[in-house]
């Protein structure tokens, strides 16, 4: 069973306005082709649509928009290694990179939270942080990097090595994961990590069901002693808080074997 997303189609960067790096777009559709966003971002606001139509594109989200990839006028899907969304300051993002083309850099590890190359996590295309709303992801045929805060997230992956990544509190979010294939998505596989440091386990309850967990390639990344951790050899995995309360995890159609998780 894989979880739906919305899907955003993906658009011909020659037949939309190309928003200049520092540009503030709260409407319509644009593309985002300007390689200078990587040092000064485009902020994406409002209602707006953006398409990822270069490499190492930086984009700033604000209000409720949507991001997609970009083609070029023959139709072909645009490279859009490197690229970085951070979608902090948004009210609830939907972002779908389904088809785009991972040539090009990778997202600089340095970067990168530390706790998620600590795991030996890396080598993505994009990295992407969601809002504190109700969010949903739809990642590209190669490594994602996903941040997630509070809210009602839905994360689809797509091929290659992703990692979800929970830093900060998830108290009384319900999110879904699936892990390997997608819907809508031709990419499938990986071997994935979903990462909950000490700052999401702090205090609260949630729930984090996930689908097509494969016990040989995915891991759960835990920042807690094993003893606060209940369920292993299930799938159900309860994690005490420490205001005493229970994290759940649960899987949908695989038990979490004690190889698949790792505590740091």
């Known amino acids: 069973m894989s979880f739906a997303v919305e899907t955003v189609a993906p658009v011909t960067v020659t037949s939309v306005p190309q928003p200049t790096a520092g540009s503030t777009v709260t409407s319509g559709t644009v593309a985002i082709t300007d390689p200078n966003t990587a040092s000064t971002p485009v902020t ?3 209602s707006a649509t953006a398409a990822i139509g270069t490499q190492n594109a930086q984009v700033v989200l604000t209000g409720t928009p949507r991001i997609t990839t970009g083609l070029d006028a023959n139709g072909n899907p645009l490279a859009i290694g490197g690229t970085v969304i951070d979608g902090r300051n ?4 939907v972002i779908d990179l389904a088809g785009g083309f991972g040539g090009g850099p990778t997202v600089p590890n340095s ?3 530390s706790v998620v190359t600590a795991v030996g996590a890396g ?11 109700d969010d949903q992801f739809l990642g590209s045929e ?3 990097f996903v941040e997630l805060s509070p809210g009602d997230d839905v994360v689809v992956g797509g091929g290659g090595d992703d990692a979800i990544l ?3 509190s998830i108290k009384g979010s319900k999110k879904k994961f699936t892990l390997d294939g997608s819907g809508g998505n031709a990419g499938a596989g990986g071997s994935d990590d979903v ?3 000490k700052g999401a386990l702090k205090k609260g309850k949630a729930k984090i069901t996930i689908s097509d967990f494969d016990t040989k390639k995915d891991d759960i990344v ?3 002693k094993r003893k606060n951790v209940k369920g292993i050899g299930t799938d159900t995995l309860k994690i005490s808080t420490k205001d005493n309360k229970t994290i759940t995890i649960i899987s949908d159609g695989t038990k979490f074997k004690r190889s698949g998780i790792e505590f740091i």
């Open 111 to 113: 970067s990168l939270p």
């Open 166 to 168: 929970m830093a900060d």
């Open 90 to 93: 948004a009210s609830s993002v």
């Open 44 to 46: 994406v606001g409002g």
């Open 123 to 133: 080598n993505f295309i994009t990295s992407s942080k969601l809002s504190d709303g």
């Open 142 to 144: 190669y490594g994602d």
């Open 195 to 197: 990462i909950l440091t």
């Open 222 to 224: 835990l920042e807690t």
